[in-house]
């Protein structure tokens, strides 16, 4: 079955600190990965995307994730965390084929930033 | 680029109105469209997916008759909430996709706020 696991809930750093949020997936496909961030009432936001390209992804806003096929994992990180970055961050996959595939969106990590 | 413009905002309107919501594609011409639905702290559960000249596809337990979505154009989607009721309050959120690949990421509007008196 294919599925989005985003192992966080929430996460709380203090501004300056790295950022952790971690995502596992699970797919019969080879996979495009994604990572979305959502300020509140707002849509969602294309951070970065993986595609089976190079295996670590550099984003915006100094995000970057790294793709490991054999921890099916796929976690977002920030060397600094600023105020600006609380918000809602989403991890998505496209699994399938050429006969159509489906986009799977994670549960959400909410991450707080502790002044 | 890629951008997607959602409008309105946010709606306030009474019992038994129809509220129509608009999803454009301003720089690319989108194959498929989606429309969302967000509940309080929670993901998105996608209601339909529209392709441009033809008709949507619903998810389970989503009413056709309820959420009426329109695709005319390769830049425009609409979905409208006939009747709204209260329990139809909520966040909806289109998105659009450039094309029909698997590693094509989905480009988000802002949402709509809809609010049923």
């Known amino acids: 079955a294919q599925s989005v696991t985003q192992l966080d809930s929430h996460v709380s750093v203090s501004e300056g600190t790295p950022v952790l949020l971690r995502c596992n997936y699970s797919?019969?496909?080879?996979?495009?990965l994604f990572w979305y961030v959502q300020h509140p009432n707002k849509g969602l936001q294309l951070l970065l995307k993986?595609?089976?390209?190079?295996?670590l992804v550099k984003g915006i806003n100094g995000f970057e994730a790294e793709f490991k096929k054999s921890e099916t994992s796929f976690h977002l990180t920030k060397p600094s965390a600023h105020m600006s970055d609380a918000a809602e961050y989403f991890c998505?996959?496209?699994?399938?084929?050429?006969?159509?595939?489906?986009?799977?969106f994670g549960a959400g990590t909410r991450l707080f930033v502790k002044a | 680029g890629a951008v997607v413009s959602q409008h309105p905002s946010w709606v306030i309107c009474k019992s038994g109105t129809s509220v129509k919501i608009e999803c454009r594609s301003l720089?690319?011409?989108?194959?498929?469209m989606f429309w969302y639905r967000q509940f309080p702290k929670q993901s998105l559960m996608l209601m339909a997916t529209?392709?441009?000249?033809?008709?949507?596809?619903?998810e389970q337990g989503v009413e056709k008759d309820k959420f009426l979505i329109n695709h005319a154009s390769l830049t425009l989607s609409t979905l409208t909430v006939t009747s709204a009721h209260p329990e139809d309050s909520s966040f909806y959120i289109c998105s659009a996709r450039v094309g029909p690949g698997g590693n094509q990421p989905q480009h988000f509007g802002d949402g709509t706020r809809l609010s049923i008196l």
């Open positions: 998505v996959v496209n699994v399938g084929n050429t006969g159509g595939f489906k986009t799977i």
């Open positions: 797919s019969s496909y080879s996979p495009s």
């Open positions: 993986y595609t089976s390209a190079a295996t």
């Open positions: 529209s392709n441009e000249g033809s008709k949507a596809t619903y």
């Open positions: 720089d690319f011409q989108a194959t498929t």
